[in-house]
């Protein structure tokens, strides 16, 4: 199981990021996705999540309204579009997999 993020970076607040994530080494079609993040000195956090079967969502209430999870089973990619980002939004955001693996992380500082 391999799962590679990319897209994170420096962002102003009120800016856009579209993070991606693509997973290899198993049927991803058959599996729910989520993203997390942990910034400096907290725990590892649930931003959002995306079931494999209805792809219904949940996300939590700090990013309700402002990030959209997706995935598209074609190309074994799960998104998260993150807009009107705030400072608070600074951490390493993490790709899980429900088999119990993640990837490496993406950085997103949000800093004007």
């Known amino acids: 199981v391999q799962l590679v993020e990319s897209g994170g970076g420096l962002v102003q607040p009120g800016g856009s990021l579209k993070l991606s994530c693509v997973a290899s080494?198993?049927?991803?079609?058959?599996?729910?996705m989520s993203w997390y993040r942990q910034a400096p000195g907290k725990e590892r956090e649930l931003v959002a999540r995306?079931?494999?079967?209805?792809?219904?969502?949940v996300y939590a209430d700090s990013v309700k309204g402002r990030f959209t999870i997706s995935r598209d089973n074609a190309k074994n990619t799960v998104y998260l579009q993150m807009n009107s980002l705030k400072p608070e939004d600074t951490a390493v955001y993490y790709c899980y997999v429900s088999l119990g693996s993640w990837g490496q992380g993406t950085q997103v500082t949000v800093s004007s």
């Open positions: 995306i079931v494999s079967t209805i792809g219904s969502t």
């Open positions: 080494g198993f049927t991803f079609s058959r599996y729910t």
